[in-house]
């Protein structure tokens, strides 16, 4: 997948070992270089480079020594199915199997293996290498001894693990960040300002605090009684739409998808 070479990078920095498959020969011959691109963004030493080791199968990797497995493969259901039969039948039964999907819930994917206690989500987001934001997501089988295991793992390499204790569409941050982008595209369709004012009401506003603190944590500090009080007036017009914007809807339509297209709510 997208994020796979990332993520293995981030564990090579602390000086893990990390095996990567991945049936393409072009993701693998760029893998090298792709690690230690990261690695130097990272301030780490290039020689940790030689740490990550690519396989065209699974069957080759050294399943005796692994301790934690990460599925980062495309987002497809039926493949991620087979890859967890596969897994499932090469990893030693105590060792973890994570599954870094987006798109689907860590029940639905695990719901096949017979193991399935050790089956959890480790959901990372774009640069693996750089975001340190890492959602431990518990399946509705997922032993807890588990989660916070995995958890351990990703605190040890330089992450911050956050468990999701229930198996919900967006997990945490995903839901977080729709919330947000559904008001800002209401906004945006009412005509209350334009996407570069939106924008910047985020960076420069609120999202300059929440480097410091999270949203709750800003609120104990400026008060709850206040929050209240705004909430009661804001809280009833606020978008509560069921579905993507029909704005939203046209642009994808026409392939105004963003940037690999040139062209989204600016020409690029």
Not at 80 to 88: D, I, P, Q, S, Y
Request: contains cysteine; glycine residues 8%; charged residues 20%.
């Amino acid at each position: 997948g997208t994020m796979g070479g990332d993520t293995a990078t981030s564990f090579a920095a602390p000086g893990w070992d990390a095996h990567v498959m991945s049936p393409s020969p072009k993701t693998r011959d760029a893998l090298p270089g792709r690690v230690s691109k990261g690695l130097d963004r990272l301030g780490a030493d290039a020689a940790k480079a030689s740490a990550v080791r690519p396989y065209p199968g699974l069957a080759a990797l050294p399943w005796n020594s692994i301790e934690l497995v990460i599925e980062a493969v495309s987002e497809d259901l039926a493949l991620k199915h087979r890859v967890f039969a596969e897994l499932e039948s090469l990893a030693r039964p105590e060792v973890p199997l994570a599954t870094n999907t987006s798109s689907f819930q860590v029940t639905e994917i695990g719901k096949h293996v017979r193991t399935r206690a050790r089956v959890c989500g480790a959901h990372y987001f774009m640069p693996a290498h750089i975001v340190p934001l890492v959602e431990i997501v518990c399946a509705e089988f997922t032993d807890t001894a588990v989660a916070e295991h995995v958890g351990a793992n990703m605190k040890s390499v330089g992450k911050v693990p956050v468990v999701v204790k229930k198996d919900i569409p967006g997990f945490l941050a995903n839901r977080l960040q729709h919330a947000l982008l559904r008001e800002a595209f209401w906004l945006l369709e009412n005509g209350i300002a334009t996407a570069e004012g939106l924008d910047a009401a985020v960076r420069y506003g609120f999202g300059f605090r929440f480097v410091a603190c999270g949203p709750l944590m800003q609120k104990e500090m400026s008060g709850w009684d206040t929050n209240y009080l705004s909430g009661s007036s804001i809280y009833p017009s606020l978008s509560n739409a069921a579905e993507p914007p029909e704005m939203l809807r046209k642009m994808v339509e026409k392939g105004a998808i963003g940037m690999k297209a040139k062209k989204g709510l600016w020409s690029w």
